[in-house]
């Protein structure tokens, strides 16, 4: 994936089957995403390098890497 | 940007070494309680799920052998694993289970029955393992029966765990976790949020 493209995807996370385990917080090199109020993941797109690193570990497969508009 | 690793990120000791001296004295089965206590204390008082997110020693042990040392198949879970009727369905399972591992702790402090010195994996089979005695004497054996039911549990969730994190992602009894789906509920209902 080349710098480019990676610089346009972000995090999106589908909230019905997040599980709020928080393993895709652990593994956010820049801190962009958060567990809110225990209930789902909330990525923030303004920090997101588009890294895929939360939609690789996530166990419940609830983030996809979208292309932001 | 994050660098290294933390103290939390050492807690998969504290789960090694909960489940290796139950092995050697059953009474340390009664710790695992905390595993119980603290994250519902943490999401009823604490409105968050702080404890599956920094804490679990179990958590932690699945990403260090599946993540981190690689030895997960890393397939992605089945929907039904993922879906709320087994999520919900296997928390019920496992609160009937813990009711009924109390109804023999209760039997065995009325008298009504004996006390069963076995660890029992998958509610079927005794671990082949003499070792897990009790302190010693003059501990009410309830307090025994319990223990053996406790750890019983713990390591069937344990075993269900790994082979998870073998088969599909690490994290992956992080799904269908009774304490994390428990958590998670209670969360959603203070929040409004539909289950």
Known sequence: MSAESRKRKKAKVFLDECVACGACVNVCPVGAIRIFKGIWAVPDSGRCIGCSRCEAICPASAISMEVSK | ?????????????????????????????????????????????????????????????????????????????????????????????????????????????SGSGSLNEAIRLFWTFNVPWEWANRAGEGIPLWTVQFAYGFYSLMLTSLMLGIMSMLIFKPRSWCVYCPMGTATQMICKIREGEKL
């Open chain 2, 1 to 109: 940007m994050k660098t290294g690793s933390n103290w939390k990120d050492k807690m998969w000791i504290v789960s090694l070494i909960y489940f290796s001296l139950g092995l050697f004295n059953i009474m340390f089965a009664w710790l695992g309680m905390l595993c119980f206590v603290i994250p519902m204390i943490m999401s009823i008082f604490g409105k968050e799920k702080a404890f599956c997110n920094s804490y679990c020693g179990r958590g932690k042990l699945f990403t260090l052998l599946g993540s981190k040392k690689k030895i997960s198949l890393n397939s992605k879970l089945p929907a039904f694993l993922k879906s709320k009727w087994f999520r919900y369905g296997f928390l019920l399972f496992f609160m009937v289970m813990f009711v009924n591992m109390l109804f023999a702790t209760w039997a065995v402090f």
